[in-house]
């Protein structure tokens, strides 16, 4: 497991409005494509520059392709990172005011005292 990798991955989609709009259409082709070409470069560096040993774990992989934010929590995502990326894919669906932002709340309220550890 690799909290570092889901959080780099929804920070760098979250920067990216043509990536957001392919996360949102069909995530498992951005998620497949991301992996294979983004996920070991290191940012802001040159090209040249990349690891090459980070993979997502299976579990991983299903949960940024369902957009299951509840378990990104619980695999280690910083929630800041998935609410902005997800506000950006799904607000638009909603008519009333912070609709999704409660929504998004609302599927979290089950977490309790310790959360999840998201420390990278």
Not at 8 to 23: A, H, M, N, Q
Not at 32 to 57: D, G, K, Y
Not at 85 to 108: C, H, S, V, W
Request: aromatic content about 12%; overall charge negative; some cysteine.
């Amino acid at each position: 497991m690799s909290k570092y990798l889901l959080n780099k991955f929804l920070y760098t989609v979250d920067r990216d409005p043509s990536l957001v709009e392919r996360y949102r259409s069909d995530p498992r082709e951005l998620v497949t494509w991301w992996e294979a070409s983004l996920s070991n470069a290191v940012l802001n560096c040159l090209t040249a520059e990349a690891s090459t040993w980070q993979r997502l774990t299976d579990e991983e992989r299903d949960a940024l392709v369902e957009h299951d934010h509840c378990k990104l929590f619980e695999l280690g995502a910083h929630p800041f990172l998935t609410l902005t990326l997800f506000i950006a894919m799904f607000e638009r669906d909603n008519t009333e005011p912070l609709e999704y932002q409660k929504a998004y709340g609302a599927r979290m309220a089950h977490f309790a005292l310790p959360y999840p550890d998201i420390a990278t």
